[in-house]
């Protein structure tokens, strides 16, 4: 059974980078492609963007500017990088794996989330 | 980017009830598309794929149809541990998005 595992910091100062890591158990990084997805409070949500274990990535445009996914495949990790955060970034993050199957592609798995909170 | 726009918003049935929801797309997405059920607190749980293949370990009450720019999906027999909020998803192309959510309650 996969398993993903979120860490990081919960309370963040404006300007800020905020630095994520999504832990993989029970199954291999190095296919499929992992997504990190957030919820701001109240609302729904939202893709930020993926990485393929190739380290091939794809961000959202309106996020694309401030924001880096990576993957390690030795440590069987990937992470999030948010620069310049402001209280509009306060949200769950949830990282998630993607299946990619006959050109469907769908969250299979995903983390408990963490809460970012973005205050001064 | 495509819009994703569920209805209704909230809905409040009985256990036993037969419920229907419905996501439209803002241009045709084909079948790429998606549901996912989240409860307070849990991780969302994918429930459909492909607008109408069910995920491994969901109960067949659940189901899902359409194509093109309109789907739905229907609970034969609501379960107490159906009440959660749906979102839909499309997979059609990036960025992906996700409809704003229907609330399922308890009437």
């Known amino acids: 059974q996969v398993q993903l595992q979120e860490s990081g910091p919960g309370l963040m100062k404006p300007s800020e980078t905020l630095s994520l890591t999504c832990t993989v158990s029970?199954?291999?990084?190095?296919?499929?492609?992992w997504n990190w997805i957030r919820q701001p409070p109240g609302k729904g949500l939202e893709w930020i963007g993926y990485?393929?274990?190739?380290?091939?990535?794809n961000y959202k445009p309106s996020l694309e500017s401030r924001v880096t996914i990576s993957v390690d495949t030795s440590k069987n990790q990937f992470s999030l990088t948010l620069g310049s955060v402001t209280a509009a970034d306060t949200a769950v993050y949830y990282c998630?794996?993607?299946?990619?199957?006959?050109?469907?592609?769908?969250?299979?798995?995903w983390g408990q989330g963490t809460q970012v909170t973005v205050s001064s | 980017d495509i819009q994703m726009t569920q209805s209704p918003s909230s809905l409040s049935a009985s256990v036993g009830d037969r419920v229907t929801i419905t996501c439209r797309a803002s241009q045709s997405i084909s079948t790429y598309f998606n549901w996912y059920q989240e409860k307070p607190g849990k991780a969302p749980k994918l429930l459909i794929y492909a607008a109408s293949s069910l995920q491994s370990g969901v109960p067949s009450r659940f189901s899902g149809s359409g194509s093109g720019t309109d789907f739905t999906l229907t609970i034969s027999s609501l379960q107490p541990e159906d009440f959660a909020t749906y979102y839909c998803?499309?997979?059609?192309?990036?960025?992906?998005?996700f409809g704003q959510g229907t609330k399922l309650e308890i009437k």
């Open positions: 998803q499309q997979s059609y192309s990036t960025p992906y998005t």
């Open positions: 998630a794996r993607a299946r990619y199957n006959s050109g469907h592609y769908y969250f299979d798995y």
């Open positions: 029970g199954g291999s990084i190095s296919s499929n492609y």
């Open positions: 990485v393929y274990y190739s380290a091939n990535s």
